[in-house]
């Protein structure tokens, strides 16, 4: 059985795309996600069939440093966004299936608090000035 897809999350295209590094490393992913219901909806997992393993982490500062934390969800407002942005959250690819190159894009899905999923692919690329 599918699991049925958001009509309620999307993305803003602008923001979405995948940091490619060389030799398979991690790549760190940015989207802002956009919920057009009239409730909050969490992102619980997400996954690719590009990717072994994708994580949300969010960056914490403090006085001395900063460092990334695993978190399990979070939370897009209702009528509101979510933003994954550099210095703050973003999604961590880990093991490429195959071959990634700048130019290739990442799919992904979103698995929602509501049950539901919502797909995207998002670019990868070296920086975010290439669009």
């Known amino acids: 059985m599918k699991t049925p897809v958001s ?12 940091r490619w590094l060389p030799n398979a490393l ?14 909050p909806i969490d992102v619980t997992k997400v996954k690719s069939p590009d990717y072994k393993n994708i994580t949300i982490y969010q960056t914490v500062v403090d006085s001395e440093s900063s460092k990334m ?32 190159t700048p130019g290739d894009s990442a799919r992904v899905i979103f698995f929602l608090s509501t049950g539901k999923v919502f ?3 998002m670019p990868v ?7």
């Open 119 to 121: 797909k995207t692919r």
């Open 69 to 100: 934390v695993k978190v399990d969800k979070v939370t897009i407002p209702a009528k509101g966004e979510f933003a994954l942005v550099p210095g703050k959250y973003h999604l961590m690819f880990e093991k490429p299936t195959h071959l990634i």
């Open 26 to 39: 991690p790549a760190a992913g940015y989207t802002t996600l956009k919920n057009s219901s009239d409730e």
């Open 7 to 18: 009509v309620y999350v999307t993305t803003v295209p602008e923001s979405t795309w995948v």
């Open 125 to 131: 690329r070296t920086s975010p000035e290439l669009y």
